[in-house]
């Protein structure tokens, strides 16, 4: 088990390091869960109950709307992943986590994470910063998606995680990008070339 926690561990030791005994503390409550490729984490509609941390695999959150799917999100290895809106307000899920691929993830929930919170100080600044982080990662992308061209947000997200991002399906990184699949293509073809 310690092997499938050592890099949330890094990870929350990059936002805000823990003592030891509130790191055992917060450990013990972690799950480590394994999945397929096309299962979901949550699904529109849901309360979600889970933050996740993926030690391998990637995910993509998206959302039905007149039949038509909206994909706004990816998330990769080590990235965290939740239905954030409904972790927080314990209102169902405006979106749907699908897995990519198969993954690994270390996941808490909601009630032993508030108790985390409620125990220890430097774990609610933890979650503090976390949330934090969350919002500025969204707020890049808003801005992201308004102030830069379609070929730039997708160099931004071949930074990230280039292997995973040839293997998206055209539809849905098209959703991503807010293009038609026809462009993604001229741009996959032209980053291609150099």
Same mark, same amino acid.
């Given at each position: 088990?310690?092997?499938? =926690?050592? $890099?949330? /561990?890094? #990870?929350?030791?990059?936002? *805000? ?11 013990? /409550? =972690? &799950?480590? $869960?394994?999945?397929? /490729?096309? %299962? ?12 996740? !941390?993926?030690?391998?695999? #990637?995910?993509?959150?998206? !959302?039905?709307?007149?039949g038509k799917e909206f994909t706004v999100d990816f998330q990769f290895e080590?990235d965290f992943v939740t239905a954030y809106y409904s972790f927080i307000t314990?209102?169902? *899920?405006?979106?749907? &986590? ?8 270390? #996941? ?5 994470? @508030?108790?985390?919170?409620?125990? !220890? ?8 910063? +976390? ?9 890049? $992308? ?7 061209? %379609?070929?730039?947000?997708? #160099?931004? =997200?071949? @930074?990230?995680?280039?292997? =995973?991002?040839?293997? &998206?399906?055209? $539809? ?6 807010? +293009? ?9 073809? %032209?980053?291609a070339r150099n």
């Amino acid at each position: 088990m310690i092997i499938h =926690l050592q $890099k949330i /561990k890094q #990870a929350i030791q990059q936002i *805000s390091p823990l003592p030891q005994d509130e790191w055992e503390a917060f450990s013990s /409550k =972690l &799950i480590v $869960k394994h999945y397929k /490729k096309g %299962a979901f984490l949550i699904s529109q509609g849901q309360v979600e109950n889970f933050i996740y !941390f993926l030690n391998s695999g #990637a995910t993509r959150n998206y !959302f039905l709307h007149d039949g038509k799917e909206f994909t706004v999100d990816f998330q990769f290895e080590c990235d965290f992943v939740t239905a954030y809106y409904s972790f927080i307000t314990r209102e169902p *899920s405006s979106v749907t &986590i699908e897995l990519l691929e198969d993954t690994e993830a270390v #996941a808490i929930s909601h009630a032993d994470l @508030q108790n985390f919170y409620r125990s !220890f100080h430097n774990g609610e600044r933890t979650g503090r910063l +976390i949330a934090e982080y969350q919002y500025t990662k969204r707020l890049r $992308k808003e801005m992201d998606l308004l102030s830069l061209t %379609a070929e730039e947000r997708y #160099a931004n =997200l071949m @930074q990230r995680n280039p292997r =995973l991002v040839q293997e &998206i399906s055209v $539809k849905h990184l098209s959703s991503f990008l807010g +293009i038609q699949p026809e462009s993604l293509s001229r741009i996959r073809k %032209a980053f291609a070339r150099n």
